[in-house]
């Protein structure tokens, strides 16, 4: 009985928190970047941002257990929902659920949708700038005091991460402390697959383009990929 | 009655715009070329060329207001033509006008049309060389100057942009200056979708190729991905 | 009659062998790893591990023999299985059987599976990651006594290798003795392949996600890539 | 007339001249070679380098000029047969014939075939190859009298040339000769494309492999995507 009701309610439970996850996230980042990129500000400012970290800390623990509980599957749900699971462990990637949490917010309010691959190219491309920014941040911590580092501004760090994303690659400026590098291991892992997302939604939806192009001149029909029919097909 | 007459005579000026915008493309890179290679022609030559490059904003803006005004999209059309927004606001992205202009020219002159894939790899490889080359411009004006500059003539700035667009970025000449930085993103993050369009098609080209070679040896058809049913299919 | 019967009997052996070629390979990996690690460690240790390559290398040989005998292919064996071929001639990508093995053992027990495109990105991921490690160990063997080297400790192996598997390529540290350039070149080819697989994979899943979420809000039915069709559709 | 026949008696001068153009595809190569790497071999092999060098030059214009007056495609077969163009312009995409001319031969001889995956891997994987062994002759040949160079080595050459067309990168040596560096653009835009290639197909071919798995295990019947059903499906 308790089991059968779960998904309603775990469904209720999901939709009530998407905008104290999204403010969460957009919370998050904001203290994390106050404490790293403000060093001196008044010891207030400084509390006040880690009170903020690790209060969202909180409630991402407290969402994800709710969710477990109601989910009904026990030890299964980490591997089921391994998104939530990474997130709560690794806060870096917690970005991630910004752009997760205003694309539900943005679906319930029937504002104008992109396309299939449009919104691909949207999600894909946001989480690698988040994602690059969080890592930029994380990095920088790690880097300033280091001897002989050579990202020694945050506009390094930006610089460094915008060229690990696009696996351009540089090496002018690279993290040389230990926890910068695993830092860079997991923006070049996550980053390779965004991007990756990103040029393949690109090519696929200039192919489509390209081929409707056709269709409006030939008499075979457009083709169209992504599972509508277009209007005058 | 004016907004359903609207997309009538909004065609009609696109079509009479092509041209227009065409050479006003080619007539910016042109004198932005001539005002960063060249900073000691006379002073008549580099007026000219200031004048060149602001007549295309202003061509550029009056054919963006007019299709605004024609469109009667209102505050959508921003983002439903969001890449003439993007062109309009950074001008050395509007070199993407030219391949534009070109390809609806040629469509209209029925000329030998190359295949789908053909097309995209076209588009994008183009789109990719003008972008190159107009983000060469902007970075070697930003850095030629500054100290400890490792993108000292232009040739090094093509030389650095070829190794940028392509992802495989040597490290061996690199920007500096935070502006040259910031116009490097842009060019990492166009090419790198543009490039693999590029790729994308090419592979799907190949296999497409090889598998039309399939079906003249073997009796199971020929596999067409471009919508097409070849001739003695 | 001995060649007709070999299948049944090849796929029995190579059931039976599934558990040896996977404990192989995990023995492999780690007495490399002691002996290339731990060069000061008594000399009783250091023997056994190299008694376990050479172990790993015959328990590999006598399965290729025994396979080659059981599918009566005769010559045309080695290029048929080019994969167990190539393992058994560079050890070091020995540890692609590792996840060859485990993916087998886990389709016999009828364990909860993953989607097509997750399988697919958990298999050339976790090959990439086991390639990488492995090819950290033997680069770190060539570089570490090398003059000039860049890569001094086996952390600056992990940081080389995790750079070159993703194409990013700092070129902060680099192998600079042949032997370590053949192992790089070894991992570059394999690796750019491995992580195509990925990325690849997340696209195609990323997008078949958003499909189906049309699926869900749209009269349109859900658009299915992995060959399943949903409960619901 | 004339033009009516063109067509068969092309494909008999094409058939005729496979085994010609592989042989001189090749000769070329190894005179190319010679003539870079043994710089102080005894004049008479130097001047036999060149002549194959000039001869096989000679033997693809002949080709390029027959090709084109048997077609009957006049001012059009340049851009029909754009590689065979392109190839008489740069004689250093000449090993790309090599792989054209093989595999043509191995059809006709009715030899095991590849899948359509395999085939093109194989294509654009040995095109690869030999393209950047050609590129590394070149920019060796450049480079090694330069002022500054850090490609010193035949070996460093094809080193870079290794990390160029997997674009990674490194950036530890580099062309500095403003020819060595034209070459080096050419290698990278085409290498990116051919390794594109390479991946995509083996993406593709690995999720067919696990779709095929699926089909039999579950009753859904296999996903074949090269087009032609397997024998059980």
Not at 32 to 53: C, E, F, I, M, N
Not at 57 to 69: G, M, P, Q, S, T
Not at 228 to 233: A, D, L, M, S, T
Request: glycine share 12%; hydrophobic share 50%.
């Amino acid at each position: 009985m308790h089991v059968r009701n779960g998904p309603e309610r775990l469904l209720r439970w999901e939709r009530r928190m998407e905008l104290p996850l999204f403010v969460g996230s957009a919370v998050f980042l904001g203290c994390y970047a106050v404490l790293v990129l403000a060093p001196h500000t008044s010891q207030g400012w400084r509390d006040l941002a880690l009170a903020g970290v690790l209060l969202t800390w909180v409630v991402f623990l407290v969402d994800y257990l709710v969710r477990l509980a109601l989910s009904g599957l026990g030890r299964h749900f980490p591997r089921k929902h391994w998104l939530d699971t990474v997130v709560l462990a690794l806060p870096l990637l917690r970005p991630l659920r910004i752009v997760n949490a205003y694309s539900a917010v943005r679906r319930r309010h029937h504002g104008p949708r992109l396309s299939l691959y449009g919104r691909v190219m949207a999600y894909a491309g946001l989480s690698a700038v988040l994602l690059g920014f969080a890592t930029a941040l994380a990095v920088y911590q790690q880097e300033r005091g280091a001897p002989g580092a050579t990202i020694r501004t945050f506009g390094d760090s930006v610089w460094w991460a915008a060229s690990a994303i696009t696996t351009v690659g540089y090496g002018d400026v690279t993290p040389v402390t230990p926890w910068g590098r695993v830092f860079a291991v997991v923006l070049m892992a996550c980053g390779v697959a965004l991007l990756g997302a990103v040029t393949g939604s690109f090519s696929s939806w200039l192919i489509q383009l390209f081929g409707r192009e056709d269709g409006a001149v030939e008499p075979g029909g457009p083709i169209d990929r992504d599972g509508r029919r277009p209007p005058g097909g």
